[in-house]
């Protein structure tokens, strides 16, 4: 019997060999692993997720991403620069980062990745915090 069972589905997208799509689809999971996805009647399990309305697709992945910018990504004095201004009006708060900035930026820009999908990210920190040695 599996663990967990992620059902009524408005489409899950398989992403396996055929690509398939299954419309009203569920998945199931045993142990952390998927082990089963179709349609139709799903297997039982202790706990049912209803997915009523939802697409449910494999994890995403974020290949490039810079979470200590998180921060400044409002900053009034860059939004409207090309490239270059942007960097150049930005290089000094990056400067006065610290760790504490670098680890709340963390678990901000995690958090928003986690709640848009996204399992896995590669983090390009480049900056190093004031006080980090």
């Known amino acids: 019997m599996a663990d967990l069972v992620i059902l ?3 489409l899950v997208a398989t992403m ?9 689809g569920w998945v199931s999971v045993t142990g952390g ?10 297997p ?11 697409l449910v697709t494999p994890g995403l992945i974020n290949t490039h991403h810079h979470l200590y ?12 620069k090309p490239l270059f201004g942007w960097l150049q009006s930005l290089y000094p708060l990056w400067k006065a980062l610290d760790e504490e900035s670098i680890y709340l930026s963390a678990w901000i820009g ?9 399992t896995t990210s590669t983090d390009h920190l480049y900056v190093h915090p004031r006080g980090s040695g």
């Open 110 to 118: 995690l958090g928003e990745l986690a709640l848009s999908g996204c």
């Open 44 to 54: 039982s399990a202790p706990t049912m997720i209803d997915a009523s309305g939802c």
């Open 8 to 10: 009524n589905a408005r």
């Open 16 to 24: 396996d060999d055929q690509r398939r799509e299954l419309p009203g």
């Open 33 to 42: 692993l998927i082990d089963g996805v179709g349609s139709g009647e799903p």
């Open 69 to 80: 910018q998180n921060l400044t990504r409002a900053y009034s004095e860059m939004t409207d």
